[in-house]
């Protein structure tokens, strides 16, 4: 007999469970309630013996065990997860000064084949269930002992190709009984699914849309980004301007910048002209990251000074530039790196 996945159940659809093993629907609450604190079934200790025994017959709890764990001098955590049949995915645990961020993986693997990217390197295993998104903040909650405050979905994966699961995902962390974690504070960075942009406008979430960019012309975004060569810079762009129109939420660009590949003042003007062209009247603010040293791709990151005068080109054009302050960089807190290093 199929098992059921209780964790990735909102309130509503676990009470329905719950009553239709013949029990009281305000059991329901009571196992949310463990559930949202990594409590395996035995762990629930206001919950009788009878039900226990039939959630061990007729559910599971799709929990992520740590694999490895590396911590770095500044603080960062990165966590190497095992999931239940064997894959593993990668979080990171960040603190900073307004409260702790997680950076969670959707996908085990990934299918977009970013050139930079050591995520890729093999591909799409599978998609993660909603459960196993939320038992990685779970278990980072329950491992560090502290709260996690705000949340990146810019790990392993590309959260709109997980689209349905992502969505309930999202849900269960907002919610009251879930996490209860506000939307303003959660991140969901795509690489440029433009369908699925324009379903996301539509689901009323007052999350923030991450945007990975990485060039300003078609030839280039296309040798980093194969999806370019499904869903071009225009095609973006224009989703992304419909985004804003519907929602009101800024867009954040995310721009990697690859040594002697897009990262001169020539680019920055490129780019500037770009964003101008397809979304002047928004709030324009551009994440530059320089590329982390991935070994088997072979890419270097971009001098420090030229990083400063790509920035300063952009400032200049009147669009906020930022600078992603490096953290963990001496543990491969780069998504994938310790997922490849591993198998």
Known sequence: MEKTDILSMNLQELTDFIVS???PKYRATQVMGWLMKGADIDEMKNIPATLKKKLHENAFVAGAKIARKQVSSDGTIKYLYELHDGEKIESVFMRYKHGNTICI?????????????ASTLKGLSRRLLPSEMLSQIIST???TGERVSG???????EPLDNY?????????????????????HISLSTCGLVDRIGRLADENLPITLS??????????????????KRWNIEQL??????????TGRRISFEYTLVRGKNDTVSDAAKLADVLYRYCSGMPLHVN??????????????????????FAAALEKRRITATVRRKLGSDIDASCGQLRAKHD
């Open 141 to 143: 909650e329950k491992d």
């Open 237 to 246: 762009l224009t989703a992304c301007r419909a985004y804003f129109e519907k």
């Open 21 to 23: 093993l013949g029990e």
């Open 151 to 157: 949340i990146v979905l810019m790990g392993i994966g």
């Open 164 to 184: 349905d699961n992502v969505m309930k995902f999202l849900r269960l962390v907002g919610s009251p009984e879930g996490l209860n974690i506000g939307y303003r």
């Open 211 to 228: 945007i990975s960019l990485h060039a300003a012309d078609d030839e280039t975004r296309s040798s980093l980004m194969p999806v370019n």
């Open 105 to 117: 993986s959707t996908e085990a693997g990934c299918p977009m084949g970013c050139a930079f990217c």
């Open 288 to 309: 530059l990251i320089p590329v982390n040293n991935v070994v088997e791709r072979g890419f270097l990151p971009s001098e420090k000074s030229g990083v400063e005068a």
